[in-house]
Structures are given as C-alpha cells and as structure tokens.
Nanobody, 127 residues
Framework: VQLQASGGGLVQAGTSLRLSCTASGFTLDDYAVGWFRQAPGKEREGVSSITDGGTIYYTDSVKGRFTISRDSNKNSVYLQMTNLEPGDTAVYYC??????????????????????WGRGTLVTVSS
C-alpha cells in the first residue's frame, strides 16, 4: 500500500506543471484525496481536495490557477497548476482519508480529515 506524489520540478513563473498522486494497493476512487504543500520554514498548507463523491475544494490563493481531477484508469489524482508564482514554491504532498494506523499527523481540508500521506515532490518556481 503506497501513495506517491510526482511531477515536480523547476519552472519559471507564469508556466504550468501537473502533479500526479498515484496509489498502489488500494483504489484511490474510494477515498478523498488532498494536495498539500510546505514551503521552507513554513507550516504545511492545504491546497486542494476532492472527495470520493467529487466535491472539490481550493484554497483561495490557488483558485482559478489550479485544477484537481481524478483518473480512475490510472488510479491517480492530478493537480494541474497554471500561472505558477514564486510563492507556489514548496514540497507538495498528497494524502487520503484512508485509515492508516501508523499516522501521527492529520490535516483537515474542505471538511475532510486526511491522515494517510505519500512522499512529496518538490516544486520550485523561479521569478
């Protein structure tokens, strides 16, 4: 059972990037999925989420620029990021509300409590 975020990289401001959150060992469609980010020296921040029923949430700073979506065939959730800004620079993590007995960190986003985390992917936006 594993959750993995990928797709990060170094890009220039104003460009786009698509992050992928891919699950193995369970069906991602059965769970809410959230995207979070943590910039150096800052606390983790909730970015966007999608429930198993399709309800979507965006934090204000990314509304109109980021789009979250599911790909059932690839057991993945994507975060399409456009018009990137230097302030978007962070390690991006995805998480689900799937029960994980080993978790020690929870984050509530869009009314959903996330506690099963994958490894992050670094996004660096240069000005």
């Amino acid at each position: 059972v594993q959750l993995q975020a990928s797709g990060g990289g170094l890009v220039q401001a104003g460009t786009s990037l698509r992050l992928s959150c891919t699950a193995s060992g369970f069906t991602l469609d059965d769970y809410a999925v959230g995207w979070f980010r943590q910039a150096p020296g800052k606390e983790r921040e909730g970015v966007s989420s999608i429930t198993d029923g399709g309800t979507i949430y965006y934090t204000d700073s990314v509304k109109g620029r980021f789009t979250i979506s599911r790909d059932s065939n690839k057991n993945s959730v994507y975060l399409q990021m456009t018009n990137l800004e230097p302030g978007d620079t962070a390690v991006y993590y995805c998480a689900t509300d799937r029960f994980d007995p080993s978790t020690t960190y929870w984050f509530t986003l869009g009314g959903v409590r996330f506690g099963s985390w994958g490894r992050g992917t670094l996004v660096t936006v240069s000005s």
